[in-house]
């Protein structure tokens, strides 16, 4: 299994719906942060819970934040957050959401990218 990822900057990917398993890859491919911009149940019951991915980020060693944002519209605050998040966690930072489009959109808002 690989990591369906889209690299948008040196210190930020983004990538689909990834699950527990995907985090030992993720570390693996070097990433040291996570960052889930996907509310939990959004994809239905097959979708996996933002804890369960969290233990599995947890115990690759990754850094995991959960930012669940509106797939149609990102707040300022989110915004404002998701930057804060690329300037604090330790790089690079490996985001996802369903298609990854939400992740790439909160980046191009919040760096001018």
């Known amino acids: 299994m690989s990591l369906p990822i889209q ?30 911009n996907r ?8 979708q996996p ?12 060693g990754l850094e995991y934040v959960h930012l669940p944002v509106n797939p149609s519209v990102q707040t300022p605050e989110e915004i404002a957050r998701f930057g804060e998040l690329l300037q604090t966690l330790p790089k690079p930072v490996l985001a996802f959401c ?7 959109r909160l980046f191009r808002a919040a760096t001018g990218g």
């Open 49 to 60: 819970t933002s804890a369960q991915i969290e233990a599995a980020a947890r115990a690759a």
């Open 98 to 104: 369903r298609s990854g489009g939400r992740c790439t």
């Open 39 to 46: 509310p939990d149940h959004e994809g239905g019951a097959e």
């Open 7 to 36: 690299q948008l900057s040196p210190d930020l990917c983004v990538a689909p719906q990834l699950d527990p398993a995907a985090m030992q890859l993720a570390a693996e491919a070097g990433f040291k942060s996570v960052i889930n």
